[in-house]
């Protein structure tokens, strides 16, 4: 049997989605399984792991059901994840010491002000590129060790296995406790300078390395499925990335200057800054974007905490549509959102302000206020929150962007990419294939497998689908901003 295909599971924040992938860079198809979000008390989000690995499971099942391939031609595994969202679970028996702090998880902001009062953020946000706030792992892994009998005797005792969702997914497929730097380098416990754990980080959150996984590349063998029921013994895993730097590859970012955003439940934009982590001086992060054969590649990335969350928001909360698609045609029913705007600071504000405690607003409501115009300030306010991103990051490189690469699936909302590109005054580009975080992963284990020689396969692959221009001249897109700014400030 030919083994010329490639499973990508990609893990995301509301499901996984489980794609196969042939040796033409071509998507055969995929199956997306969603599982519950848990919200004990405000601010505070939490995944079963349980939940996550039945996903797992069934999105792996079923895109081999919906294909009708055989699962014989399967060259290597790729994974994909939600980055920050991280666990300690039992060496032993793989049972979790708590459900998962997710990323969008705000119970250690007081923590977080804490350790800046004490004057410490500069010397964390020179080693990890990153700054002190909840989103990141370092401090969930804190919270839990201190706030859960027993777990830190556990931990220190080499019990329990600390990791982000990669991790755990390596290890129940493999039983290997490994991460990459994608990963490793979101959790405020990494150095990017030294590309390894950092002691002087460990010992501020009071972690002990004893728990923590080992450091691979991202494309690298990292062990063999083993005593699964849905998949044979003996599938490599070869590739594990972050979500968002699986869309930077997926999307052939290779080039330092390129950049791209993935619309999904935040909105996250990375640009490649090549071979040296470039320090931000105006609220972005430095991260890892991939590591190949021992040679780091960095990124500048800016976060929105809510995006299409705040489309679901709309839908769930306000009920004013029924699905999420609807929003383009009732967004698109009014010619502009009638003064309304909403700042979707649902779980707080991320880059560039990063104000834990803020709060989502809808201001410029009148009398002849309708859900239509509602629908439209959600758009909008997704896409000016990326404007404000991306300013930033032509402050730190000091040339504004001309393009964007687009994925993810609001990406496929015609409006939301028109308004995108008038409020940022650049070119966005939209790709044939939108699931990047997931192809990107599989290219990486593919690289691992030889099922490709080079990344130059990735390259040809990639194709545009549509680019939108800017049809808002500058005079009216600095007005529109002037409004959100002022909106923000009141958030």
Known sequence: MVKDLILAIDQGTTGTTALLVDASVTVLGTCNVEFPNHYPKPGEVEHDVIEIWASVRASVEGVLAKTGVDVQRIAGIGITNQRETSVFW????????HRALVWQDRRTADLCQTLKDQGVEPMVQKKTGLVLDPYFSGTKAKWVLDNVPQTRARAEAGELLFGTIDSWLTWKLTGAHITDPSNASRTLLFNLHTMD???????????????LPRIG??????????????LPDGIPVGGVIGDQQGALFGQACFKEGMAKCTYGTGAFILLNTGDTPKPSEHGMLTTVAWQLDGQATYALE????IAGAAVQWVRDGLGIIDSAEEIESLAASVPDSGGVIFVPALAGLGAPYWRPHARGSITGITGGTTKAHLARATLDGIAFQLVDILEA??????????????????????????????????QCVRPTVLETTGLGSALLAGLAVGL????????????????????????TRSNEVA???DAVSRA
């Open 197 to 211: 754990w950092d002691p002087e980080l460990l010992a501020l959150l009071t972690i002990p390395a004893a728990c």
């Open 483 to 485: 409004r959100w700014k």
């Open 393 to 426: 990051m032509s402050a730190d490189l000091g040339a504004p962007l001309q393009e964007l690469r687009v994925d993810g699936g609001a990406a496929r909302n015609n409006l939301l990419m028109q308004r995108q590109a008038d409020l940022l005054g650049a």
């Open 217 to 230: 590349n991202s494309s690298e063998i990292y062990g063999h499925t083993s005593g699964l029921d849905f």
């Open 302 to 305: 800016g976060s929105a905490f």
């Open 90 to 97: 039992d060496k032993q028996t793989g049972e979790a010491a």
């Open 452 to 475: 490709w020689d080079s990344m130059d396969a990735v390259v040809c692959a990639w194709q545009e689908e549509r680019t939108f221009c800017s049809k808002l001249d500058a005079s």
